[in-house]
């Protein structure tokens, strides 16, 4: 416990001191490795999962839905890595016009669309089996979501240029990622490419730590 105290302080304190954050990273340098589609096909297969749906594990979730819906009453959302769309979970309340949510995972992409078919059927969500690298569709959303899963997805700025055609005009990008030295290097990049709009740190007891955040990119 005093060392997840430590680390979390570390964290906290790299946010606007990067050469901290540099300093303190282990093994620096080191690229993140995407795991197979396959892993992901067992994880969840297994279960694995079955904890995103607890509400400890979704105060992020609920952050970034209000966040969103504050600036776009009744949002479209694009989430890209959405697994069995549990983010829908938050933003509900808020009546979001559309929900479109992408994984590469069958077993993911089987077990939300069980969960939300009635909202599948009325045409306010769709659950799409898909390559969050690559993903392309002619739907315009307010909010294109990463929400952990952005440091699977390959180099920021290209993924960004990627998503920037779906935007309607003023969209943004929503994020959430575990509060971690690594990961935080990539919120830098994505806070680099725009004007964030929003940031914030849920911090639980249990010694969970997520950043949050909204950016319109440039
Ligand atoms: C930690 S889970 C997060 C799920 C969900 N976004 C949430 O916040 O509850 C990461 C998800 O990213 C998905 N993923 C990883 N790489 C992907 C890729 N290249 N394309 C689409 N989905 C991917 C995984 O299948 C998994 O469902």
Same mark, same amino acid.
């Given at each position: 416990?005093?060392? %997840? ?39 969840? /297969? ?5 904890? =995103?749906? /607890?509400?400890?594990?979704?105060? !992020? !979730?609920?952050?970034?839905? @209000?966040?969103? @819906?504050?600036?776009?009453? !009744?949002? /479209? ?24 949510? +992408? ?13 939300? @078919? ?9 659950? =799409? ?7 392309? &569709?002619?739907? &315009?959303?307010?909010?294109? +979501? ?5 440091? !699977?997805?390959?180099? +920021? ?10 935007? *309607?005009?003023?969209? @943004?990008?929503?994020?959430? %990622?575990? =509060? ?9 990049? =994505? ?8 940031? *914030?740190?849920?911090? &639980? ?14």
């Amino acid at each position: 416990m005093v060392y %997840m105290r430590w680390r979390r302080f570390i964290e906290l304190a790299s946010l606007d001191r990067p050469w901290l954050g540099d300093l303190m990273e282990k093994r620096k340098g080191e690229a993140f490795r995407a795991a197979p589609v396959e892993r992901w096909d067992q994880e969840y /297969r297994d279960g694995v999962y079955d904890r =995103l749906h /607890r509400s400890d594990q979704r105060h !992020h !979730h609920r952050l970034l839905a @209000a966040m969103i @819906a504050d600036r776009w009453p !009744h949002p /479209r959302v694009l989430e890209i890595g959405a697994g069995e769309g549990v983010f829908f979970e938050a933003l509900r309340a808020y009546g979001p016009a559309r929900y479109v949510g +992408v994984d590469f995972s069958q077993p993911a992409v089987v077990k939300g669309s069980e969960r939300l @078919a009635g909202e599948i059927d009325t045409g306010q969500v769709a659950l =799409l089996l898909g390559d969050g690298r690559t993903f392309a &569709t002619d739907e &315009t959303f307010d909010v294109v +979501v990463f929400s952990e899963c952005i440091e !699977h997805l390959g180099q +920021v700025e290209p993924l960004i240029d990627h998503y920037r055609p779906m935007l *309607a005009p003023g969209g @943004a990008v929503g994020l959430t %990622m575990w =509060l971690s030295l690594k990961p935080l290097r990539l919120w830098r990049q =994505l806070k680099g490419m725009g004007e964030v709009l929003d940031e *914030a740190v849920v911090n &639980t007891p249990w010694g969970g730590g997520w950043l949050v955040a909204t950016v319109e990119p440039r």
